[in-house]
T-cell receptor, first 114, second 110 residues
């Protein structure tokens, strides 16, 4: 069985300051991990993915995440927040067993303070 | 390139009425297809997935059903809607590993 825990339901940062959104996972096998972003009333957009290659993954819009197996973590970071980053962020794990079933975290709402 | 469409974008239906939401994918063949529901302030719940025409797997018992009449068409249905069916419904397709999501349908059951 696999699961994802997003440790913060809501994060607020000032524009221009770093962003850290935390995610811990549980998986019986070597997982694939993803971060998706959702703006209000929109579908989900893939930010980045980890699929057993480099542990530091760079995504779109300046985001990156580091896969740490020893800590079972996949935290999302960005050096400098922009107003357009305000959205809901989902950490997701896949079991890599062909049917590509994803397990979603409950989401972290990111608010950017001007 | 591949695109995924959902319609309608918004829907308001009375309790007890039927439902039909449609999802189509362009630019690919034999994709895995998925239906998710997102309730207000909550994460995504996988409802159904399909690995081929006529092949549907249900994840959560409920009054919803899904069908895949064509390779790139995925339909979510209900015979009688409940208040608890309100939410944001997302369709997704997968080539391998990651999933790509449609724009969603906002369903309000009154």
């Amino acid at each position: 069985a696999q699961s994802v825990t997003q440790l913060d339901s809501h994060v607020s940062v000032s524009e221009g300051t770093p962003v850290l959104l935390r995610c811990n996972y549980s998986s019986s096998y070597s997982p694939s991990l993803f971060w998706y972003v959702q703006h209000p009333n929109k579908g989900l957009q893939l930010l980045l993915k980890y699929t057993s290659a480099a542990t530091l993954v760079k995504g779109i819009n300046g985001f990156e995440a580091e896969f740490k197996k020893s800590e079972t973590s996949f935290h999302l970071t960005k050096p400098s927040a922009h107003m357009s980053d305000a959205a809901e962020y989902f950490c997701v794990v896949s079991d890599n067993f062909g049917n590509e079933k994803l397990t979603f975290g409950t989401g972290t709402r990111l608010t950017i303070i001007p | 390139s591949q695109t995924i469409h959902q319609w309608p974008a918004t829907l308001v239906q009375p309790v007890g009425s039927p439902l039909s939401l449609e999802c189509t994918v362009e630019g690919t063949s034999n994709p895995n297809l998925y239906w998710y529901r997102q309730a207000a302030g909550r994460g995504l719940q996988l409802l159904f997935y399909s690995v081929g025409i006529g092949q549907i797997s249900s994840e959560v018992p409920q009054n919803l059903s899904a069908s895949r009449p064509q390779d790139r068409q995925f339909i979510l249905s209900s015979k009688k809607l409940l208040l608890s069916d309100s939410g944001f419904y997302l369709c997704a397709w997968s080539p391998i590993r990651e999933q790509f999501f449609g724009p969603g349908t906002r369903l309000t059951v009154l």
